[in-house]
């Protein structure tokens, strides 16, 4: 599975943006997705995943209330809708695949990552 991550960019404080992961190279059926990011000087953080049937998504404190995790099968692509930015959510953020389906996965059990897109926000 190659992975696909776009729609990073700068934004204001306050302002919102929707990532998209496209999966190609192979069945995107079954995987659970995930997003993570890592801020400069930080360890990659884990935001939120979603099993393949989209019931019950995780997320971490991090995100919680401001970030949406979603999918499209039919489009073997998942989302990441950000809102209420803040400076502190600067980083590269990268979407995962994983075969685990009982989760949320643990960072070493996604088996594929995309190669990572951008956000900054300002102050």
């Known amino acids: 599975v190659q992975l696909q991550a776009s729609g990073g960019g700068l934004v204001q404080t306050g302002g919102s943006l929707r990532l998209s992961c496209a999966a190609s190279?192979?069945?995107?059926?079954?995987?659970?997705m995930g997003w993570f990011r890592r801020a400069p000087g930080k360890e990659r953080e884990f935001l939120a995943a979603?099993?393949?049937?989209?019931?019950?998504?995780y997320y971490a404190d991090s995100g919680k209330g401001r970030f949406t995790i979603s999918r499209d099968n039919a489009k073997n692509t998942v989302y990441l809708q950000m809102n209420s930015l803040k400076p502190e959510d600067t980083a590269v953020y990268y979407c995962?695949?994983?075969?685990?389906?009982?989760?949320?996965?643990?960072?070493?059990?996604?088996?594929?990552w995309g190669q990572g897109t951008l956000v900054t926000v300002s102050s």
């Open positions: 995962a695949a994983s075969e685990v389906v009982s989760g949320p996965p643990r960072f070493y059990e996604y088996d594929y």
């Open positions: 190279g192979s069945t995107f059926k079954g995987y659970t």
């Open positions: 979603i099993s393949w049937s989209g019931v019950s998504p």
